[in-house]
């Protein structure tokens, strides 16, 4: 299947990856009412690793082929989705076992409208043909590619 990959030689840290994984999982799916308007505002589902001497790049789940993650859900609120590791936000407790399981920290805690939180991570854009954070890099230092 398809996944994000970094390149980190074209990764320059700018983070407009974030920025358009934040809109793209919005309600408004506008960048000023996603960030100004909407309470809570929508969890980043993806990070800019910077290390030294400069270098950067962005990362985002990898939809391992056994997840760790899934296995450690003690409320089955991660799954399988055509090969997308998805949450069922109404199935999470909290607890952040798949953050503690995750070998990549690719799963982030979000506040929900209840005051709540659950977990939050990538699910690869159902709505798009290109997933938000690879198609607005203007570097193409997110490549969506089979491997
Ligand atoms: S959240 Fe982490 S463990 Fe789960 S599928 Fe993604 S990279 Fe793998
Ligand atoms: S935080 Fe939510 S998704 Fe993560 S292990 Fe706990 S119940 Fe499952």
């Not at 296995?71 to 989705?81: F, H, K, P, T, V």
Request: hydrophobic letters at 30%.
């Amino acid at each position: 299947m398809k996944r994000v990959y970094p390149k980190e030689e074209y990764c320059m840290g700018c983070a407009l990856c974030l920025v358009a994984c934040v809109v793209e999982h919005s309600e408004s799916k506008d960048i000023l009412l996603a960030y100004k308007k909407e309470s809570p505002r929508p969890g980043e589902r993806n990070v800019v690793e910077e290390g030294f001497e400069g270098d950067c790049f962005s990362l985002q789940c990898r939809h391992c082929e056994r997840p760790d993650c899934v296995d450690a859900c003690i409320n089955g609120a991660l799954y399988r989705d055509d090969g997308v590791i998805k949450v069922n936000k109404d199935h999470c407790v909290a607890c952040w076992m798949c953050i503690m399981a995750c070998p990549y920290g690719c799963i982030y805690k979000e506040k929900n409208r209840e005051g709540g939180w659950n977990s939050n991570k990538c699910d690869l854009c159902p709505d798009r043909e290109i997933p938000a954070c690879a198609e607005v890099c203007p570097n193409r230092a997110l490549v969506y590619e089979e491997r």
